[in-house]
T-cell receptor
Framework: AQKITQTQPGMFVQEKEAVTLDCTYD???????LFWYKQPSSGEMIFLIY??????QNATEGRYSLNFQKARKSANLVISASQLGDSAMYFC????????????????FGGGTRLMVKP | NAGVTQTPKFRVLKTGQSMTLLCAQD?????MYWYRQDPGMGLRLIHY???????AKGEVPDGYNVSRLKKQNFLLGLESAAPSQTSVYFC?????????????FGPGTRLTVL
């Protein structure tokens, strides 16, 4: 079974500093995708960044980058130059594609990390 | 382009009452999903659909039923609500099974069962 673990329930970071949110995953499937979503206090789920298991380079999207270490099965999110608006819950999720997964490409989510940015 | 919408946004039910949550998407996505999020936890899949007229069970399907009569709509029903079903419910949709296709989420429905 697939599993996502986020070991940091809550974190503080000083505004303008970088922060790393940890994510480890467990799967025996060779093909998978890793996603990070942001959930602000308003509740919506906002897609941030994606990394495929066969991607050679780490994904980047603006201030977000994904530190993908396949051998360690980790996919940490790095946020550079934190802003007050980055305060939110952050979820790591994994998708196993059909036909390995008979659940229509469902996402398996970790428990989340609450990030609080201090001014 | 509204994306994924959910109605209602909030609802309070008494134990044993029934209700239907409506999800609609205007992106012509094949796949649609219903998740629930409990306090301090990530989302868990309730049911999903890979196309019009098809539905399947996810991780936590008990106590819920779904229907997908039209491609753009995915309904989640609670026949006899229980306090354990107090949660925030998210609908999501995505294109067909390409690995990198992100799921687009609706704004959520906060349900309280007394």
């Amino acid at each position: 079974a697939q599993k996502i673990t986020q070991t940091q329930p809550g974190m503080f970071v000083q505004e303008k500093e970088a922060v790393t949110l940890d994510c480890t995953y467990d799967t025996s499937d060779p093909s998978y995708g890793l996603f990070w979503y942001k959930q602000p206090s308003s509740g919506e789920m906002i897609f941030l960044i994606y990394q495929g298991s066969y991607d050679q380079q780490n994904a980047t999207e603006g201030r977000y980058s994904l530190n993908f270490q396949k051998a360690r099965k980790s996919a940490n999110l790095v946020i550079s130059a934190s802003q007050l608006g980055d305060s939110a819950m952050y979820f790591c999720a994994m998708r196993i594609p059909y036909p390995y997964n008979n659940a229509g490409n469902m996402l398996t989510f970790g428990g989340g990390t609450r990030l609080m940015v201090k001014p | 382009n509204a994306g994924v919408t959910q109605t209602p946004k909030f609802r309070v039910l008494k134990t044993g009452q029934s209700m239907t949550l409506l999800c609609a998407q205007d992106m012509n996505h094949e796949y649609m999903y219903w998740y629930r999020q409990d306090p301090g936890m990530g989302l868990r899949l309730i049911h999903y659909s890979v196309g019009e007229g098809t539905t399947a069970k996810g991780e936590v399907p008990d106590g819920y039923n779904v229907s997908r009569l039209k491609k753009q709509n995915f309904l989640l029903g609670l026949e006899s609500a229980a306090p354990s079903q107090t949660s925030v419910y998210f609908c999501a949709s995505s294109y067909i099974r390409l690995l990198y296709n992100e799921q687009f989420f609706g704004p959520g429905t906060r349900l309280t069962v007394l």
